[in-house]
């Protein structure tokens, strides 16, 4: 049996969905056997990090993700696994109805996009979101075999990528505010396959993405996956998302988590074992034979730069920041049915988007009441961040009026701020993080977790976390079990 002085330690850094999801994973090897201690640290007083859920006068208010994505099994799977799977509610996609802010009126999206991609041609080439010429080059699309631009290792922005599939105008009116609503971003900076990897790979087999996307509806249609009630879009727990931070916290052992514990520097070991020295202020250094950084690249940069060279590269990856305005009403009855809008930049407004939350999932609101979120910041407008609540909610009520006739004064309002949180995955991402990834050898003991590498959504992160812990938890044993044979034939 191992004692805890010859196990091999391993520190986690940074306590939101990434990080939580690595320190699973290696609690869960510690419980099979693995000869390992963990330790996660978390700069703030609470874990989840842009995951928050608040509660107040009967409404769920979400300040960062609302739900995670159910066609990426990873999130819905760790929530099964924790004894989450009956407190999980699909998405209302019966009342799935997004619309376009075009010329100042809400125009419904056309049914059965995928993303920016029909996958029903009649309402593409009937909505008013797109004129003659713009339908034109949609039905080209169907009947084209596009070649694709570049090699398949090569990149191009998502703005190219659109345009060369279906013109200017789908870019602007549905693609470009779809990104800025999901990524925070711009199109002519993101990178096609590292944003877009499912369309990128459609290009490459079948040349039209509007083929493709008939294509796999059809098959989702004939695997009987296509319905509504038995697929949602989205899931989340009835209680909001922080609901699985915490099932993932009751996992852990307590004295394994510390939070308010800021680390300020890491350095390497001394001794000749390798290893790190996690600093924190004021306390003594916690020392690790292997790091995982569940962190934002600009914080990875920052504690780990002179560790690896290769960590330098992460330099490269901007982040936008995001700031959701949730307003709770006391009446739904004025507001059109559906999920919310996008508005398109051209469009002068400073919301990117806003989700009719009650509509969205059910239990998010009293019976009868509202609850709007407004979606604001990204590349498009970074100085937002720093306005104050009451001007942001100002600039809500005043372009929900403008935009849905909404004069009623919200019951409350609720600001919520998410700085720098957003990577921006821009031309050259993927090689990049390639590079890196190849570099950090295992046996060097850091390893990366989080959203800055394949991937911003929540079950992204649940996999790359546990992809971390395995990876650690490899090394470090591989690291003993070579350590211990050499020190048998040594005699
Ligand atoms: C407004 C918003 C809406 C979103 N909507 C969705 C959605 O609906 N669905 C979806 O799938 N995804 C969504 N996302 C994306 C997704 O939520 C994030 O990509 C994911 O939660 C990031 O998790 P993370 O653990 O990698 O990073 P973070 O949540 O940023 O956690 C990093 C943690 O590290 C800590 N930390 C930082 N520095 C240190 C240090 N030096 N020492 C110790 N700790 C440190 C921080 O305090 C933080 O807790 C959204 C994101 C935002 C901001």
């Known amino acids: 049996m191992n004692t805890s002085s010859d196990r091999r330690r391993i520190a986690v850094i940074g306590g939101g969905i990434s990080g939580l999801a690595a320190a699973y994973e290696l609690t869960r090897a510690r419980r099979a056997g693995a000869p390992i201690e963990e330790c996660l640290f978390e700069a703030s007083p609470r874990l989840g990090g842009v995951i928050r859920t608040e509660r107040q006068d009967g409404f769920i208010l979400e300040g960062g993700p609302d739900s995670f994505l159910t066609e990426k099994p990873d999130a819905a799977e760790l929530a099964r696994e ?10 209302n996609d019966r009342e799935r109805q997004t619309y376009i802010l075009h010329r100042g009126r809400l125009v419904p999206l056309p049914d059965g996009m995928m993303l920016m991609v029909p996958t029903r041609l009649w309402p593409a ?13 949609v039905a080209r699309e169907r009947f084209q075999r596009i070649q694709p631009a570049l090699r398949r290792d090569e990149d191009e922005t998502v703005a190219s990528f659109v345009r060369r599939h279906f013109g200017q105008e789908i870019l602007e009116n549905i693609a470009d505010p779809l990104l800025a609503g999901v990524y925070g971003g711009d199109s002519e900076t993101l990178s096609a396959p590292a944003t877009l990897p499912r369309f990128w790979e459609m290009e490459q087999k079948h040349g039209s993405l509007v083929k493709a996307a008939l294509e796999a509806r059809r098959r ?28 993932l916290a009751q996992e852990l052992e307590p004295s394994k988590v510390l939070l308010g514990r800021k680390v300020a520097a890491l350095e390497p070991a001394q001794d000749s074992g ?16 292997a790091v995982i950084l569940a962190l934002p690249a600009h914080e990875v940069v920052r504690l780990a730069r002179r560790l690896e060279p290769a960590i330098e ?18 009446k739904k009855d004025r507001l059109p049915p559906g999920f919310g809008f996008l508005a398109p930049k051209k469009e002068g407004r400073r919301m990117l ?29 970074p100085a937002v961040v720093s306005l104050n609540d009451a001007e942001l909610v100002d600039i809500a009520c005043e372009e929900l009026r403008a935009i849905l006739s909404l004069r009623a004064s919200p019951l409350f309002a609720r600001v919520f701020r998410s700085p720098r949180a957003m990577p921006q995955y ?28 394949a991937g911003i959504g929540i079950p992204d992160c649940i996999r790359s976390g546990g992809e971390a812990a395995r990876r650690a938890v490899e090394a470090v044993c591989s690291d003993q079990r070579a350590a211990e044979s050499g020190a048998r034939a040594g005699g």
């Open 313 to 330: 590269g992460l330099e490269a990856v901007p982040y936008s920041s995001a700031v959701t305005v949730s307003l709770a009403y006391a």
């Open 426 to 453: 821009t031309v050259g991402h993927a090689a990049r993080i390639r590079q890196i990834q190849e570099r950090l050898r295992p046996e060097r003991g850091l390893f990366l977790a989080g959203n800055a590498y």
């Open 274 to 289: 390798g290893g790190y020295l996690v600093r924190l202020e004021g306390e003594e250094p916690y020392a690790a034979e």
């Open 353 to 381: 988007a806003c989700t009719f939350v009650h509509a969205k999932f059910p239990g998010r609101a009293p019976e009868g009441r509202a609850l709007l979120r407004c979606f604001f910041g990204g590349a498009r407008d």
């Open 220 to 247: 989702r249609r004939a695997s009987g996956r296509g319905s509504a009630e038995s697929h949602p879009l989205f899931t989340t727990p009835q209680g909001g998302l922080e609901q699985l931070v915490q099932r």
């Open 125 to 137: 080439l009937t909505t008013p979101l797109i004129s003659f010429t713009g339908k034109l080059a």
């Open 82 to 91: 924790l004894g989450l799977g009956s407190a999980l509610v699909g998405s």
